[in-house]
């Protein structure tokens, strides 16, 4: 498989992802600019151009627009391209694609799981980080009583919810991270 990039269509909008021979190295979720989407997609994997996506790559591209559609799926059979991901972020990205969907942890409980329970700002760090949203489900990470906290990708806090909406979460506690939030979805 050689690496490329490309957009595709899901229930909350135009998506991309990237791709090395080594496995996903990026997922964009929808932005106002699909320029802004292929700049970045090609920034991420140099010399490459925006191509049909392999046999694999398109499997990987079902999974995410099931998942959207609010089919609860884990996305654990796509690859990721992990080349230059500090061992931290690593194993922050490998605990949180553990959480099912529709199920949440707080950054803290990510943290104390790792074994490093001073971490959870690390943890949030590493997650504002994550260029696999989605397949690294870092929207299923709440702050400490069930607060939403923050979300890096194109929509922030409300693509948070919205995500979390279509797989039906609820934190622990049964706090109700919409109501918290000021919104109505």
């Not at 260029?131 to 922030?156: I, K, S």
Request: with cysteine; charged share 20%.
């Amino acid at each position: 498989m050689n690496g490329g990039f490309t957009l595709f269509d899901t229930a909350i909008g135009v998506c991309g992802l990237s791709w090395s021979p080594a496995g996903l190295r990026s997922l964009q979720l929808p932005d106002e600019d699909p320029r802004h989407l292929r700049r970045s997609l090609a920034r991420s994997v140099p010399g490459s151009g925006e191509v049909a996506p392999p046999p694999e790559v398109q499997e990987w591209i079902d999974a995410i627009r099931a998942l959207l559609s609010g089919e609860a799926r884990d996305l654990l059979e796509v690859r990721l391209d992990q080349r230059g991901v500090p061992d931290f972020p690593q194993r922050v990205y490998e605990l949180t694609r553990q959480i099912p969907p529709g199920k949440t942890l707080t950054y803290g409980e990510v943290a104390r799981r790792l074994g490093s329970p001073g971490a959870a700002r690390a943890v949030g760090r590493a997650l504002g980080r994550n260029p696999w949203p989605l397949v690294v489900p870092c929207h299923r990470v709440l702050a400490a009583g069930g607060r939403t906290g923050g979300f890096t990708a194109p929509g922030g806090v409300n693509t948070k919810l919205r995500l979390l909406a279509i797989e039906r979460a609820a934190p622990a506690g049964g706090a109700d991270l919409f109501q918290s939030a000021g919104l109505c979805l």
